[in-house]
């Protein structure tokens, strides 16, 4: 009999705290419907557009190559007797061809090998050489280069 009024104030005990339980998770879904009502969609999709398209400029911002950079170290391989008539770069490849002409022979090895000495180049190829009425003589230049020649955002 006791075992009996024991199991029964269990029960009894259990059915209350299963009923406070209940109240407070209804309780908790309230807060939680009136959060959901206070919600602005649309302010939280503007935000995740914003995310989406700064993700995207962040990774556009770690490849952009900054030819300024590229220019400005290039003129530092030009010689002083010699000029650059045109320039063509195919980044994918790492290869820009220049063509130009150089006060004689002599001047335009000096400007090859200044070229071809650079750390920041791999290979050069000549061709296109002719001579001018004037004694100058025209060029053209292949030049591979390393990646780090053209730098990009870090």
Known sequence: MVLLIVAGS???????YESVLNTQIKGVDEK??????GR????????????AQLTTLEDVMKNHIYFSKFLA?????????????SFSINVPTRKFDVSGEAAS?????????????????EK??????????????GFTLGVTYKPEFIQTAK
């Open 10 to 16: 269990a029960y009894a005990g259990l059915a209350y």
């Open 32 to 37: 939680i419907q009136q959060v959901e009502t």
């Open 40 to 51: 602005d969609v649309s302010a939280e999709e503007k935000v995740l557009t914003l995310e």
């Open 73 to 85: 170290g290039l003129e530092l391989l030009v010689h002083p007797q010699a000029y650059l008539k």
């Open 105 to 121: 022979f002599t001047i335009l090895a000096k400007q090859i090998l200044a070229v071809s000495k650079s750390p920041n180049i």
């Open 124 to 137: 050069v190829e000549i061709g296109g050489l002719s001579l001018s009425g004037e004694g100058r003589v």
